[in-house]
């Protein structure tokens, strides 16, 4: 006997009979059906061994008669042949997706030739060309495709892009043919796509080879390191006369910082200069002031802050953050005032009358000659007691005469002891010379005394972004490693790109390069756009157009146009 057993819970058929488990004699023999094949149970002639023939049964049979029933009762009956579908499905996506968006396109042509008119609300069917939503700088656009497709199967150009952005674009526009050989010939596989680009009418050192569109309605993408490091990677090479070094990836291959420094004054303008940076750079900008002095936890500086109430209760030294407060972006710091940071401990003040105090005029030499004449001009010397009216007198009048004697020779020269307190002011250990660079020369409304203008550089690294609210987390010392030792008021504090405190202390270049020499415990990938932008200003990094806040005169460049309003050697 032969058992038969279903190992799931379909079942099979006996003879046309479903079951699960069967016992099959073979000298009696049975058929076995599992879907679409069949077993048959028989014996073999020697009455011992049992055969299984096994044979596959047609779904359904090839006379037309079958045919026919088959289809009468599927839905193959009622849908067209196989040929005729493909071509109306062919001619439909044709019409929907190709007649459709161009007679959609060529309708709303003319609306682009005038000036206020725009497409109506709703669907338009060269909408379903589209690959995605426009970025937020585009979003306005959204019903406007003419705006940048001018042209059917075209693809966007330069000019659609000048048409709005007339004060904004970058001076990559201004010699394409510079910009082709920067970027050098194609090689290997890329030769294939700048031929096949070329025949689809999509040239190289387009705008839109960087400025990508319709890939989220984010910001607009930041442009990925490759597209810079195809230019910028060796191109000393390919254009010996340019004056920007080779870069490709910011931890293995990019030049030292050259900071933006002050190298002289014209009148009461900072003459600014891009230098290459070392350790020992210097920068004047008119001040004696020292890092290392105020920092001190030791000196008498120190010892005056523990005394002081106020913002300064509690601590036992100065911070950096006493001094140095970020402007609202928190992208960089505002300027050190006088008046907010320094006077609450170098006092300008020189006469009390009951409970004011009189202070001399900060950044006002000229003022603080005056005030200083009229001071000295309008008081006089204290009348002696024994020449007052009350006074008890006594026999003899020598000793009355010789005081009067006195006090009419001292009321005589007090006006000119303003001559010797102006000294003392400009002088070594006076007032303005703790603090400015005061030399002979000036005016006779200065009393002969020149000070050194004072220029604050707010901005060190101009051809990049920093923002100082992204390192928040951060210590000010871990980066400017040498402010609590330096002594010295001309030391340049920013770091340079390598060494203690560099920003390859953290930053290791962009797609995860890292540098060989350096271990780093955090690394932070860093391509090109975290620092570098086109469209750069004063403001953040990356914060949207229109929420920027700049100074007129301070936008980006032109082809004829510099980018920042000063003046730079």
């Known amino acids: 006997m032969l058992t038969v057993i279903a190992t799931t819970e379909q079942p099979f058929e006996v003879n046309g009979r479903s079951t699960q488990q069967v016992e099959v004699d073979p000298a009696v023999g049975a058929e076995l059906a599992f879907g679409g094949h069949r077993i048959a149970v028989s014996q073999d002639e020697d009455g011992a061994t049992p055969v299984l023939t096994v044979r596959r049964v047609e779904a359904v049979s090839e006379s037309?008669?079958?045919?026919?029933?088959?289809?009468?009762?599927?839905?193959?009956?009622?849908?067209?042949?196989k040929r005729l579908s493909a071509w109306g499905f062919t001619l439909l996506v044709l019409f929907a997706f190709l007649a459709l968006p161009i007679y959609s396109y060529m309708s709303a042509k003319p609306l682009a030739m005038q000036a206020d008119a725009r497409r109506a609300d709703g669907f338009h069917a060269d909408e379903t060309w589209t690959s995605g939503p426009l970025s937020v700088s585009h979003k306005a656009l959204n019903d406007d495709c003419q705006a940048c497709h001018t042209q059917a199967f075209v693809a966007v150009t330069d000019n659609a892009c000048l048409t709005c952005h007339t004060k904004d674009a970058h001076d990559h526009i201004s010699d394409k043919a510079r910009l082709a050989q920067s970027r050098g010939a194609p090689t290997g596989m890329a030769t294939m796509q700048r031929a096949v680009a070329g025949a689809f009418n999509r040239p190289a050192g387009r705008c839109v080879d960087c400025h990508t569109e319709h890939e989220g309605a984010g910001a607009m993408p930041a442009t990925q390191q490759q597209f810079c490091a195809d230019c910028h990677n060796g191109m000393k090479g390919r254009l010996p006369d340019t004056k920007?070094?080779?870069?490709?990836?910011?931890?293995?291959?990019?030049?030292?910082?050259?900071?933006?420094?002050?190298?002289?004054?014209?009148?009461?303008?900072?003459?600014?200069?891009?230098?290459?940076?070392?350790?020992?750079?210097?920068?004047?900008?008119?001040?004696?002031?020292?890092?290392?002095?105020?920092?001190?936890?030791?000196?008498?500086?120190?010892?005056m802050v523990r005394r002081m109430p106020g913002q300064f209760a509690g601590k036992d030294a100065l911070r950096c953050a006493d001094c140095h407060v970020a402007d609202p972006s928190g992208t960089r710091f505002q300027p050190v005032k006088m008046e907010e940071s320094c006077q609450s401990c170098h006092s300008l003040s020189f006469d009390q009358i009951g409970g004011t105090t009189r202070t001399l005029r900060h950044g006002e030499p000229a003022m603080v000659v005056a005030d200083l004449r009229a001071f000295y001009r309008g008081t006089a010397p204290s009348r002696p007691a024994n020449l007052s009216g009350m006074a008890r007198r006594v026999p003899g009048d020598a000793a009355l005469r010789s005081t009067a004697a006195d006090y009419a020779r001292a009321v005589r020269f007090y006006p000119g002891g303003a001559d010797s307190a102006i000294n003392q002011v400009?002088?070594?250990?006076?007032?303005?010379?703790?603090?400015?660079?005061?030399?002979?020369?000036?005016?006779?409304?200065?009393?002969?005394?020149?000070?050194?203008?004072?220029?604050?550089?707010?901005?060190?690294?101009?051809?990049?972004?920093?923002d100082h609210k992204a390192h928040v987390q951060s210590d000010c010392a871990d980066c400017h490693t040498g402010a609590a030792t330096s002594n010295k008021a001309t030391d340049l504090l920013v770091p340079g790109i390598d060494g203690k405190g560099g920003c390859r202390t953290c930053h290791v270049g962009g797609e995860g390069a890292k540098l060989a020499s350096v271990s780093v415990k955090d690394p932070v990938d860093s391509s090109c756009a975290m620092c570098h932008s086109y469209h750069m200003d004063a403001g953040a990094p990356w914060v949207p157009k229109n929420d920027r806040k700049k100074p007129e005169g301070q936008n980006v460049a032109v082809a004829d146009r510099p980018r920042f309003p000063v003046k730079l050697h």
């Open 64 to 81: 037309a008669e079958d045919r026919d029933i088959g289809a009468a009762y599927s839905l193959k009956g009622l849908l067209p042949g």
């Open 244 to 303: 920007i070094a080779d870069a490709a990836d910011f931890g293995t291959a990019h030049p030292q910082f050259r900071p933006t420094v002050i190298a002289g004054m014209d009148g009461g303008k900072p003459l600014l200069k891009r230098v290459a940076w070392d350790a020992g750079l210097q920068e004047n900008n008119g001040l004696k002031f020292t890092h290392g002095q105020h920092l001190s936890t030791t000196n008498g500086i120190a010892q």
């Open 426 to 466: 400009f002088s070594k250990g006076g007032m303005c010379n703790d603090c400015h660079v005061v030399t002979r020369g000036g005016t006779a409304q200065t009393a002969g005394f020149a000070i050194q203008p004072v220029a604050q550089n707010d901005r060190y690294f101009r051809k990049g972004w920093f």
